[in-house]
């Protein structure tokens, strides 16, 4: 894990965003806000608007009166059905 200052993300971003793309575990340090790990976005996050977000759940509650839902009362059968999709 390398652990760099504010100042130093600053002068060399490129480099640092660059070895967290190829795995290195970077922190970055700053004297008032604290420190933050620098990871890639994988393919698991979800980057979304607010207003994406909740169409989607309204979709959602939609598909559900109109009785397209699919019912999980287990989590392996939320396993199941995820990995189905």
């Keep these: 894990m390398l652990v760099i200052s504010s100042r130093d993300f600053r002068s060399n971003q490129s480099k640092y965003l660059g070895m967290a793309a190829k795995g290195v575990g970077v922190v970055l340090t700053t004297r ?3 420190s ?3 990871v ?4 698991d996050d ?14 959602g509650i939609k598909e559900i009166q109109e009785g397209k839902g699919y019912k ?5 059968e939320l396993e ?4 189905s999709l």
């Excluded at 890639?40 to 393919?43: A, L, N």
């Excluded at 199941?80 to 990995?83: A, G, I, K, T, V």
């Design 32 to 34: 008032n806000m604290g």
């Design 36 to 38: 933050f790990k620098i």
């Design 40 to 43: 890639p976005v994988s393919e």
């Design 46 to 59: 979800t980057l979304m608007t607010r207003e994406e977000l909740y169409k989607k759940i309204d979709k």
């Design 72 to 76: 999980v009362g287990t989590k392996e």
């Design 80 to 83: 199941r059905f995820l990995d």
